[in-house]
């Protein structure tokens, strides 16, 4: 979803009416994407089992990198250095299961990160540290590093484009050179918009019995306890068999099969519930 939004946002930038410079890597790490993905370009950089440690190894886990690391930190550490380090802020854009819908993730306790997040206009805000989830990633480190604002914007469906998505990340990239004034207008932002903490204890919900699932709430709606989020159902008469509402007053960051599918298996996680951390008015 990051390479096709800001493809479609570059083509429809009109230069003239820009102030500031906006820089764009698509694809930041395309040897470690040509190796996941098994295809033959750069499949002679390196010998085969260096290749597999390599591929082993997660570039959004060694921000600010290594100017004489190995090949994944030396790469990591050139644009933090060529790009992070002479930008304003900094937006990461990733993928993430079609259950979590989409959302923005900021450093807890930097209010320019979370200015930028609220900027983008994502139902559900997450508020991280390293502590709270992991070390190394571009938006926790930036921040503190170099003082940069800086978000990690997540998308769904992992590794396919959706027209509904493309709409809201093109959105989002729009609402945020309005945030910094490089775009004249104000950011288009929902009435409401909730605020996580990844800290704060959250309660999953398994599939007990196989079936249909239904979800009757989006992630960031907001309930109160003992309102309903998700049924399983039989498959032949339809019929609920296993009913999930809310535990305590709080938000959905994600509902649905990680998977996609409706059709659920005992021990799948069908829904994740947390307290509500803020709630922004927009």
Not at 106 to 127: I, K, M, N, T
Not at 229 to 253: H, S
Request: charged share 25%; net charge positive; glycine share 8%.
């Amino acid at each position: 979803m990051g390479v096709e939004a800001t493809h479609h946002l570059l083509l429809g930038l009109d230069l003239e009416k820009l102030r500031g410079t906006v820089v764009v890597s698509p694809l930041a790490m395309p040897v470690h994407v040509a190796w996941s993905a098994g295809l033959d370009q750069y499949a002679d950089l390196v010998p085969a089992r260096r290749k597999r440690k390599l591929r082993s190894i997660n570039p959004n886990r060694v921000w600010p990198g290594k100017p004489d690391g190995n090949l994944i930190e030396r790469v990591v550490h050139a644009i933090y250095e060529q790009v992070c380090r002479q930008v304003y802020a900094v937006v990461d854009l990733h993928c993430c299961r079609i259950c979590d819908y989409y959302f923005v993730a900021a450093l807890e306790g930097h209010q320019p990160s979370l200015d930028l997040a609220r900027a983008f206009g994502a139902p559900l805000v997450d508020l991280q540290t390293e502590r709270s989830y992991a070390q190394g990633l571009l938006f926790l480190v930036a921040p503190e590093d170099i003082d940069r604002p800086s978000i990690l914007v997540e998308m769904s469906p992992d590794g396919d484009v959706t027209y509904e998505m493309l709409g809201h990340a093109l959105r989002g990239l729009r609402n945020l050179l309005k945030h910094m004034g490089m775009l004249r207008g104000r950011p288009e932002l929902p009435k409401q918009q909730v605020v996580v903490r990844r800290a704060d204890p959250v309660k999953v919900f398994e599939a007990r019995r196989e079936g249909y699932l239904v979800t009757h709430r989006r992630v960031g709606d907001v309930l109160e306890k003992g309102e309903l989020l998700c049924e399983v159902r039989e498959l032949d008469r339809f019929r609920p068999v296993q009913t999930v509402r809310a535990p305590f007053d709080g938000t959905v960051p994600s509902i649905g099969p990680a998977s996609g599918l409706r059709i659920v298996h005992p021990g799948e996680e069908i829904c994740t519930f947390k307290r509500v951390a803020a709630v922004l008015r927009n």
